[in-house]
Nanobody, 119 residues
């Protein structure tokens, strides 16, 4: 079992920046990858970025060049630095982990943190 807690969300103006954190506990040694997703009411949850245990990053095309995902293994924490934020990126941002090997499901999820991009 892996427990995830997101933090760092809030209100930011268009073009601004936020840094989200995902703190993990439990059986973190079994995690293959950690990812960020976002969801707005009535819409499908959307992949944003992920990072493997070997620190290989992956990004959705819509955020490449603006978002950066990173890991601090000493703190069991994954970060998502979000720059040049757009109003349409207002959403609840969720952290999730993929256990075992590549191709596994995103089995564990945090409760989410709200990001609002508005002037």
């Amino acid at each position: 079992q892996v427990q995830l807690v997101e933090s760092g969300g809030g209100l930011v103006q268009p073009g601004g920046s936020l840094r989200l954190s995902c703190a993990a506990s439990g059986r973190t040694s079994s995690v293959y990858a950690t990812g960020w997703f976002r969801q707005t009411p009535g819409k499908e949850r959307e992949f944003v970025a992920s990072i493997t245990w070997s620190r290989s990053p992956y990004y959705a095309d819509s955020v490449k060049g603006r978002f950066t995902i990173s890991r601090d293994n000493a703190k069991n924490t994954v970060y998502l630095q979000m720059n040049s934020l757009k109003p349409e990126e207002t959403a609840v941002y969720y952290c999730a982990v993929q256990p075992g090997t590549a191709g596994s499901s995103w089995n564990y999820w945090g409760q989410g943190t709200q990001v609002t991009v508005s002037s």
